[in-house]
Structure formats: C-alpha cells, structure tokens
C-alpha cells in the first residue's frame, strides 16, 4: 500500500494521474493538495475533487494553500488545458466541498501524524511544498520520499525556449525546494520527472481507443486528426467519455504546436514513478533555479559532475519506458472505468 500526499494543479495530464492512481488497488490517497499553475488554486480544487468522485474516490480531503507563487504574479494556460483545465470534458459538480483547512498544515500534519510513511507527489508548480518547507525543515526526513514533475535539463523548454511550465510559473519556490533537499541522504532526494523523459510519454488516439476497449466501451472511441476540433466523446462508460474530451483537447494543443497529434503525458509518467508501477532509472544531480535573468527565468540547472562543489540534491530521471508505461495505464485506469461504468 502506498499513501500518498499530492499537490497538483489539475489539468488534464494531472486529471491522468490521478485517474491511474485511483485505479490503483493499492493507493491511498491521504490527501489532495491544489497549487495555483494550469489553472487558479479553486478551479484546480474543484477540479481534483470532481475527479476524484468521477474515479470512485470519494471523501477524499481536498485543500488549497497558495493562492499564486511566492514572488512573480500567477499566469495560468488555458491555451493548453482549456478554460476549466480539463479540455473539453465537463466534469460533474462535486458533491464534496473543498476542505477549510491549509494544505500547507494538512502537509505537515499528516507529515508528522506518520513519519517515514507518505510519498509525496508533486505535478504542480513548487508553491506550496516550499511554504511547507519554511514551515517544517524536517519534512524531507519525514516522508517516505518525493516524486517532483518538473524542470527541463538537455531538451528544450515547454514554456520558454529553456524553461518548463511548473518550474517557470513558481521558479523561486523550486528554488527554495532545491536547497531545502542539499546535503539529504541520496534515498530522501526527490526524483525529479522532467521533459527530458515526460515528454518520451506520447499519448496517442490509438491509446485512447485501447482504453475504451478494456473498459469495455460499447462503440470503439475514436479521436482522429480529421474530425472537427472540439468533437464531443459520446461513450457510454463516463470515465472514457470525460478522459477522452480531455485528450482530444490535448491533442489538438500538441498540434498546433507541431508536435504531433498527441499528448504529452508528463504527470501520469510521475505518477507511476511514485507509485512504483512504470519503470525509469535515475541520476544523482545538484539542481539549481533561475530566478534573475529575464532570459532565462524558471529554467533548470544540473550538474551531474559535482562541478559547484555541491553534494547532489536530486535524482533526475534519465531513463523510461514508455511501451510498458501506456500498457500498465491501459490495463489500470481501463479496469477501473469497467467497474464504474
Ligand atoms: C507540466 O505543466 C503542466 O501544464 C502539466 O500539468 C505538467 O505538470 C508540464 O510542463
Ligand atoms: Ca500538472
């Protein structure tokens, strides 16, 4: 059993990972944290929280910290997750309310509550693992361990030519969270899920179709490139038909970006990466943040040759497997769309 504590800024990649979690049998989500990024922090709770239900999850606590990052203005995307933030799904009203407690307290308290026992995962700017960081030094000892997507080191930034969205939309809070993890023992860093390796997870409409066909969707779910943008799902399986309008969605954004009619699935690889289920190996590096240059602003850093001097304060994931990664989402989130119709 793993248990987890999230913080995410649910997004239709986010909506993924969440959706394979709770297909997992083994998962406990303790609880569910929302941070400013794809969308505003109480769209991003909703979100989490309709997702949740729609997956069979229901109760579990949903919390917001930030309201926008540390030192810069928050920009949310709506260019690349759609004006709700799961593209073209709609998801139902949530019949749970969104937690008045901090999730930024709910982190440390939990934290505390079961030392050595809960994996965080993080698919969402740094802002609120920062804040819980000042709050409680000690955090990184008292989690299992921390699963970070974000950053971008040989490859190209999604954001600015070097940047990646997570780290650019909060880069002094990933500053913060870096220095925060110098000097931990190698097993305490976090692993660190960047475009390098996400961007390998290409998600594609023959995907989407094998995940209606485990569900056992009674008409074949196609999502073509020739069909007219904005096209609804009319599943009859409610997880497919949601999963699927947030795909196309996705789709046509990667196009229009010359990538391909595809998605990039950066938070499901982290996802399984935390949970154990896919496979990728990992560097030891020492990451760093620019925060200063207008250039270069929210683009990552690493040296994996102890050039600074500096012990390594992460582990960069180097290697995955992206065959064996949509099979095992196939097979998880396609059962569980069975068994909740
Ligand atoms: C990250 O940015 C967000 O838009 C996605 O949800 C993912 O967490 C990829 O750069
Ligand atoms: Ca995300």
């Known amino acids: 059993m793993t248990a987890f504590l999230l913080d995410v800024d649910t997004g239709i990649d986010d909506a993924l990972a969440l959706a394979y979690l709770a297909a997992l049998p083994d998962t406990e989500f303790v609880s569910v944290t929302a941070t400013p990024g794809n969308v505003d922090a109480d769209q991003v709770a909703q979100n989490t929280l309709a997702l949740l239900e729609l997956c069979g999850r229901r109760g579990v606590e949903v919390a917001i910290g930030a309201r926008a990052p540390l030192s810069v ?93 997570n780290t650019h939309v909060d880069p002094h809070a990933a500053k913060e969270v870096y220095a925060a993890y110098r000097g931990r023992a190698a097993a305490k860093l976090p692993v660190v899920c960047s475009l390098d390796t996400t961007e390998r997870m290409e998600l594609r409409p023959e995907h989407v179709r094998l995940l209606a066909e485990a569900a056992g969707a009674s008409v074949p779910e196609l999502v073509l490139p020739d069909q007219p943008e904005g096209r609804r799902s009319t599943s009859d399986n409610r997880v497919i038909r949601h999963l699927s309008d947030a795909l196309r969605f996705y789709f046509e954004f990667h196009r229009l970006y010359d990538q391909g009619y595809l998605a990039h699935v950066h938070d499901f690889f982290a996802a399984g990466v935390a949970a154990g289920t896919l496979e990728y190996s990992a560097r030891p590096a020492t990451i760093d943040i620019e925060t200063d240059s207008p250039l270069l602003t929210g683009t990552t850093v690493a040296d994996y040759r102890g050039l600074w001097g500096s012990a390594p304060n992460a582990r960069i994931v180097s290697a995955n497997n992206p065959e064996q990664a949509f099979r095992e989402l196939t097979a998880a989130v396609g059962s569980l769309a069975a068994r909740l119709g």
């Open 73 to 165: 203005p928050l920009v949310t995307t709506p260019e690349t997750h759609g004006p709700q933030g799961i593209g073209y799904a709609v998801l139902p009203e949530p019949d749970g309310q969104v937690s008045a407690r901090n999730a930024v307290d709910l982190w440390i308290d939990h934290a505390r509550a079961r030392p050595g026992e809960l994996t965080a995962l993080i698919t969402a700017p740094l802002t609120n693992f920062a804040l819980a960081l000042r709050k409680e030094p000690e955090l990184p000892e008292l989690l299992a361990g921390v699963v970070i997507m974000g950053g971008s080191f040989y490859h190209q930034g999604n954001t600015t030519p070097t940047a990646e969205w």
